[in-house]
């Protein structure tokens, strides 16, 4: 999965009628000491996370297997908001 | 998902059997800013998607999940078309 | 999609059994002004591709949707010869 | 797969309700060498790796072919601990 | 598919249940050019390849269309030794 933060929305009147009522969140990605790498993606909030927030996300097939986005068009997904994370070991 | 904007299309008389009727759109990628980042993909269009329009593209097995590319050599999907987008917070 | 231009091939006598009569391409990818990016891919031709031509490449899990690719081990397939292709807007 | 070293871990209280009682490892990949690449990812332990150990990483649809990830919104397991691995060749 | 060269192995005692028996092969990638790219995957062996062999391997869920590696958490998988490839056309 990867380390993130919800940084914006996109918004979709047109759209698969399977993606009806999901909330599109643009999630920067965030590296190791919690800076942006620079990269982001367009994600389904299936948790309910705010702007802000760190969030893991999961994609591909595996973004699929939450109850909101079961069989949809959908490859990248919240599906936790992060309490914090921490780095014990990088020698 | 990743956000793009379509930028030209493709024409292939021979293919497979599934792709009949499909059209294929070049879509560039954009960043955070609405610039190119200079990647590109072929992705089918699922919802009407016309020269110039900002969309949102599935990719992987997500693509196939639209009633147009359910089992077909698929592998990128148009399935909205994007009013606009924000960026809320990136400190 | 990728887009590409067959420019190899590839043979392997000792394979997975699923693979008996495949024919390997190496492809190398194009960018929008049918350039080489340097990048290549090896894909099973399931649209009878030549030597120099441009083509269409559908990775992962959707290159297994073709009639000759379905339950084998193979993650790219060419689907797809390109008559053209046209960049009509780039801004 | 990828070879990785366990560098950390992530704490998400409001999660998907398949992911409860999962552990959330980040993972400093590594090179042939044995040095981290600078890249990272978070993966489910499936196996009880400990800080600092050695471990393989599966992702996308195969990070849910363990018991403990089957249908889960997870695109990474760890589903090995490395004991060592050897470069025999390599002119 | 991806064009590699065996240039290692991993050893793995405690791991996922379904991996019991298989071998590990650290597989350095190539280029057109039979020249290591500086990237390296871990992939299962599915047809008895030996160190410095030329191998393609197939990423992903096609990667568990083998015998095998059907339903296991494996990702990478070596489906053929190659006995050469060519480069044809590449103005």
Redesign the interface.
Known sequence: ???G????????????P??EGMK?L?I?YL??DEN?TGD????VD???AG??EQV?I?????????KL?H???????V????????????E
């Open positions: 999965m990867i380390l933060k919800v940084i914006g929305s996109v918004w979709a009147t047109k759209k698969d399977g993606l599109f643009i920067g590296d190791e942006f982001y993606d367009v994600a299936s948790v309910g702007y802000g893991l999961a994609k591909g097939s595996s973004a699929r297997q939450t986005t069989n949809r068009p959908v490859d990248s997904v599906m936790a908001i992060v309490d914090r994370y921490d780095i014990h070991d990088k």
